[in-house]
């Protein structure tokens, strides 16, 4: 019976002292009290296994004590000693919830720690049944959490595989995105085949001016450093302190928010082609493993789309052998 603990209750210093030197030969700890009002006093601000307490006591009795004591803390294991035995004061234990009833007197202690083994073994099977249940409700909430993000990304993988334009893609994938995961700014940055630079194609919450001088390529920072990388980034809340450091000025300020952040690469033909970050989820749950998961498979979709939609301009250009400025713009970054 290590690391137990008992509140001691009774107005009589002898008793009271025999019910201690009988709990400490099993190693329980125990505190006391002489009254009622003592006992409720010390479980207001002290955590304990089990009250165990004498009926008959000065001012409030043992019974009041045993109805406050489940009232603050149903967890708790009560159990009443008394030398009156009566039917009524068996009865008024019952109809409040004591664990067990002892009669006096308690000498070898043999009755006593029965119902204290009893006592305790229901408490350690109320607690795992308690660890169990919350396990499950982790576990229900996680499920409900994936099945939300699996519905919001079927809806998503609809409207960027319905897009038919480049710009429109994009700009579908960035939308799509910050919505479905709550996040205040986001951008979309590819790689320029030609000279390697990283530039912002598109971007929500950014100011367009920003856009417009990064669009030609982005300083040598975080963002660069996670899209040559090429792997998904899920960041709960802030940088840690290594990525902060990699980070320019403008980019922690102006092209990402906090708290969190999530970056999938755009993968096209086995090579990175660039980047989608969102940052500054505005949800209590945060970013975690769900909604990355969703951001990859995102950005894996958009990529099959931007393979049809390249397809289809192969197939307009072998018909038509001048390809308007914008298309050649847009495949020379890709």
Not at 50 to 76: C, D, F, M, N
């Amino acid at each position: 019976m290590k690391n137990r603990r008992i509140l001691v209750v009774d107005n009589e210093p002898q008793r009271r002292d025999g019910l201690k030197r009988l709990l400490h030969e099993r190693a329980i700890e125990t505190l006391e009290a002489d009254s009622c009002e003592e006992a409720l006093q010390l479980l207001g601000r002290e955590q304990v296994d089990i009250v165990l307490s004498e009926t008959e006591l000065p001012g409030k009795s043992g019974h009041h004590l045993l109805r406050q004591a489940k009232e603050w803390h149903p967890e708790l294991e009560v159990i009443l000693i008394t030398h009156n035995a009566s039917s009524y004061n068996l009865l008024q234990a019952l109809r409040n919830r004591a664990f067990d009833f002892i009669v006096r007197p308690i000498d070898t202690g043999e009755i006593l720690f029965s119902a204290l083994e009893r006592a305790f073994t229901h408490i350690d099977r109320h607690r795992q049944n308690s660890d169990m249940l919350k396990g499950l409700e982790t576990n229900n909430r996680s499920l409900r959490r994936a099945l939300k993000m699996m519905q919001a990304l079927n809806a998503s993988i609809e409207r960027v595989t319905a897009a038919t334009d480049i710009e429109d893609l994009f700009m579908e994938l960035l939308s799509s995105a910050m919505g479905e995961l709550q996040a205040s700014r986001g951008f979309l940055a590819l790689f320029e085949r030609a000279s390697g630079k990283l530039g912002l194609k598109v971007s929500k919450g950014i100011p367009p001016e920003l856009c417009r001088q990064y669009s030609g390529g982005l300083p040598a920072g975080l963002i660069l450093a996670l899209a040559r990388r090429g792997k998904p980034v899920a960041i709960p809340g802030s940088l840690p302190g290594k990525l902060t450091a990699l980070a320019e000025p403008d980019e922690m300020e102006k092209l990402l928010a906090t708290p969190g952040l999530l970056a999938a690469p755009l993968r096209l033909k086995e090579r990175v082609a660039g980047i989608i970050v969102i940052s500054g989820h505005q949800s209590s749950q945060g970013y975690g493993e769900h909604e990355l998961n969703f951001l990859v498979q995102l950005s894996g979709h958009a990529a099959l789309a931007l393979e049809k939609i390249g397809l289809i301009h192969q197939l307009r250009r072998d018909r038509a052998p001048v390809t308007t400025p914008s298309a050649r713009e847009h495949f020379a970054a890709l």
